[in-house]
């Protein structure tokens, strides 16, 4: 049933659906309107704006600080955005719902444009800061906003043709990102990884006003102020305890355990004004659905993974298997190309069959394997062998990204669309700001460790500062030293992996209770599956035009 407390002012006109047609039309016909095709890729370059940001940025923070100075406060630029974007998430989604989603899109994309050209203007680190936040706040919307308008556009049987390119983009983020970043500082200046933004927003921007169509809302009550800033506070302080946790201040520090004191009392605030709100931000009945619940567990934990790998592969292979830092992107190589074609295969079986259980249960045993296997890497193991190990592991991530997302939406009525877009974009990300906390933790101390036993003093001094050492320290160190730290890297990296197999069993266990619910828009479905909310989602997306 359509939300009572909305009302949608539709354009005028019949055009709408003889072009999009109802939702089950577009399997039969096998393709989309041009138009539906040019809104694709102004989203897709929407995403790749929020997944490139920071993969640009780190090729260029050492240029960054050498003209701008703060080194002390190195670590904000990143944190920053990192924080705006978590908090942002949920409340752009919901705003989306209220207001409708081009509208708040587009704001998304404005405010991030904004957000990079002031970076690319910042004269002290102080302003690049307070500017990084401005620019996280809009990247909160970009990937919700994105994840949304696809929910809108495309039935979920259909939507999972298009994994392989969110994929694709996911994958040329991560690749293309370090390259870009590095070219650019080289020859045009740290300015221009910021100013890059400008002309992909704006022909994001362009295409989304002249092509996208959607139904106008207007709320009538007000947004949920109160949980908007407890759920804001609890994430903030989550963030900051896995930021700063082992790093600034000790794990059981009297600043950690504030912060974690804070983001508690927060979210169990924000659960409890939820039942309260009259239009609530993150509505709890979305998590009576089992699926959704289950896929906001796998999200967390695909995260946690994914995350986590991209940090210490790289790590591993530049200071054991002495690769180039260089092209330090190319190394993912075979866990990101593995990953992008797997989520192309599952998406068309997907879309052929309309079968999804079999992706998350195989995919948490193939992460599981994989990471299993990454874990026994020591100085012995050759490029190849990493490479087979990274491609495993990419293959259970292909078939983890996409599907969480195409089964959360689906496990929701239409006029949640945005929150449950939201919610699950916010559990990877908290997944991955945990991920990258605990297993940094876990392989710093076991660096220390290994670096003390096997090089005494000199060991420990070594790795006193920070356990990951550039090319440049590792090659000033004594053969006899950089010996053990290669050892002591492979044994953090060890730990790392370890621990990651054992959090991927969560996965398996939440992918064995997914019921395969019919994906609604695909065609017949039994009167009592699609109850619910299929006839209602179906007439929604029917009426976008």
């Known amino acids: 049933m359509a939300d009572a407390r909305v009302v949608?002012?539709?354009?005028?006109?019949?055009?709408?659906?003889?072009?999009?047609?109802?939702?089950?039309?577009?399997?039969e016909q096998g393709k989309q309107p041009r138009s539906v095709r040019v809104v694709l890729l102004a989203l897709m370059i929407a995403m790749m704006l929020a997944m490139l940001d920071n993969m640009i940025i780190g090729t260029a923070m050492p240029t960054i600080v050498g003209e701008l100075g703060g080194l002390e406060h190195l670590s904000w630029v990143v944190t920053a955005y990192t924080l705006a974007t978590a908090a942002s998430t949920p409340i752009w989604g919901k705003l989306g719902d209220m207001y409708g989603r081009k509208g708040v899109f587009m704001t998304s994309i404005v405010l991030f444009l904004i957000g990079s050209?002031?970076?690319?203007?910042?004269?002290?680190?102080?302003?690049?800061?307070?500017?990084?936040?401005?620019?996280?706040?809009?990247?909160?919307g970009l990937m919700v906003g994105v994840m949304a308008i696809i929910g809108d556009l495309i039935p979920p049987r259909e939507r999972g043709k298009y994994q392989g390119m969110m994929a694709g983009v996911m994958a040329l983020a991560m690749i293309g990102g370090p390259l870009v970043g590095g070219a650019l500082t080289d020859h045009l200046g740290w300015r221009w990884s910021f100013y890059i933004n400008l002309p992909l927003g704006v022909v994001a921007l362009v295409a989304i006003s002249a092509v996208l169509h959607l139904p106008r809302k207007r709320a009538q009550t007000r947004i949920?102020?109160?949980?908007?800033?407890?759920?804001?506070?609890?994430?903030?302080?989550?963030?900051?305890?896995?930021?700063?946790?082992?790093?600034?201040?000790?794990?059981?520090?009297?600043?950690?355990?504030?912060?974690?004191?804070?983001?508690?009392?927060?979210?169990?605030?924000f659960v409890f004004w939820q039942t309260k709100a009259a239009e609530p931000i993150m509505p709890l009945h979305i998590f009576r659905s089992r699926n959704f619940s289950l896929m906001a567990v796998i999200g967390f934990v695909t995260g946690f993974v994914m995350f986590g790998a991209v940090l210490f592969l790289p790590?591993?292979?530049?200071?054991?298997?002495?690769?180039?830092?260089?092209?330090?992107?190319?190394?993912?190589?075979?866990?990101?190309?593995?990953?992008?074609?797997?989520?192309?295969?599952?998406?068309?079986?997907?879309?052929?069959?309309?079968?999804?259980?079999?992706?998350?249960?195989?995919?948490?045993?193939?992460?599981?394997?994989?990471?299993?296997?990454?874990?026994?890497?020591?100085?012995?193991?050759?490029?190849?062998?990493?490479?087979?190990?990274?491609?495993?592991?990419?293959?259970?991530m292909g078939c983890l990204m996409q599907i969480t997302m195409l089964v959360a939406q689906n496990s929701v009525e239409m006029k949640d669309m945005g929150v449950a877009s939201s919610g699950a974009t916010l559990f990877r990300t908290l997944g991955a700001s945990f991920g990258v906390a605990i297993m940094g933790a876990l392989f710093n101390s076991r660096v220390q460790d290994v670096m003390t036993e096997r090089a005494g003093a000199l060991g420990s001094?070594?790795?006193?500062?920070?356990?990951?050492?550039?090319?440049?320290?590792?090659?000033?160190?004594?053969?006899?030293?950089?010996?053990?730290?290669?050892?002591?890297?492979s044994s953090g990296t060890h730990s790392a992996f370890l621990l990651g197999a054992v959090v991927a069993v969560a996965a398996l266990v939440a992918a064995v209770f997914v019921k395969e619910v019919p994906l609604k828009g695909a065609g017949p479905e039994k009167k009592d599956e699609g109850a619910r909310s299929g006839s209602a989602e179906q007439g929604a997306v029917a009426e976008v035009v």
């Open 117 to 140: 050209a002031l970076s690319g203007m910042a004269q002290d680190m102080g302003q690049l800061i307070g500017f990084r936040a401005v620019q996280g706040l809009g990247a909160g």
């Open 224 to 269: 949920d102020y109160p949980g908007a800033a407890l759920l804001t506070v609890g994430i903030t302080a989550i963030v900051l305890v896995t930021t700063w946790g082992g790093t600034e201040y000790a794990w059981g520090s009297a600043r950690i355990m504030e912060l974690i004191g804070i983001g508690v009392a927060s979210l169990v605030g």
């Open 315 to 396: 790590l591993y292979q530049q200071s054991v298997q002495g690769a180039s830092a260089t092209n330090s992107g190319l190394l993912l190589l075979p866990m990101l190309g593995a990953m992008m074609v797997v989520s192309m295969i599952a998406g068309r079986v997907t879309t052929s069959s309309g079968r999804y259980k079999v992706f998350p249960v195989v995919g948490s045993v193939l992460m599981i394997v994989g990471l299993f296997l990454l874990a026994q890497m020591d100085t012995g193991t050759s490029r190849v062998t990493s490479g087979v190990y990274m491609a495993i592991v990419g293959a259970g």
């Open 8 to 27: 949608e002012d539709r354009p005028d006109g019949a055009d709408g659906q003889g072009e999009q047609g109802k939702p089950g039309e577009s399997g």
């Open 461 to 489: 001094k070594v790795t006193e500062q920070s356990a990951q050492l550039d090319a440049a320290s590792l090659a000033k160190l004594p053969a006899a030293a950089r010996e053990a730290y290669q050892y002591a890297v």
